[in-house]
């Protein structure tokens, strides 16, 4: 029985060390800009990493907001503008970034709480039913850059 014990704890730690970070679906690098004028939206930024099969990022919740949206910033006629998305294709094995220009979190009213602790806890959600929590750096206008920024 001890053998058959060892094989199967000697097999799955092959397993697990021969999963590359690009096996893996995973964010990083989240931080929220927080609006220097009371009552407008706060704007959300990360890179979503994709794993093994195709995805779409379907929603992102946080229970210390009041409302959050995935958003585009658009460009017609010369004006740009932003328009809600209903999803984000996050291809596997590939980084989509959210950054200013581009596709982005639109968050109405962060708590307190968050803007005191400096993180804004957050759970995306993918198509394939996977959720992943992440912390977001919280940060005001004037903050110096976080390393993940840089």
Not at 5 to 30: E, H, N, P, R, Y
Not at 115 to 133: A, F, P, Q
Request: overall charge negative; aromatic content about 4%.
């Amino acid at each position: 029985m001890n053998k058959i014990a060892v094989m199967l704890a000697a097999s799955t730690s092959f397993l697990l060390t021969s999963c590359g970070q690009g096996d893996i679906l995973f964010a990083d690098k989240a931080v929220v800009n927080l609006s220097p004028v009371e009552g407008n939206p706060s704007a959300g930024y990360m890179d979503l990493h994709g794993g093994r099969v195709d995805v779409e990022l379907v929603g992102v919740t946080s229970d210390d907001v009041l409302r959050m949206e995935m958003h585009e910033t658009v460009e017609k006629d010369g004006m740009a503008s932003m328009a809600k998305l209903k999803s984000i294709p996050v291809p596997a094995g590939k980084t989509v970034k959210l950054e200013p220009g581009g596709k982005h979190l639109m968050i109405w009213g962060v708590g307190e709480g968050s803007k005191k602790r400096g993180l804004l806890t957050m759970t995306l959600i993918y198509s394939n039913d996977d959720r992943i929590e992440i912390d977001a750096v919280v940060k005001k206008v004037g903050d110096p850059a976080t390393a993940s920024e840089e």
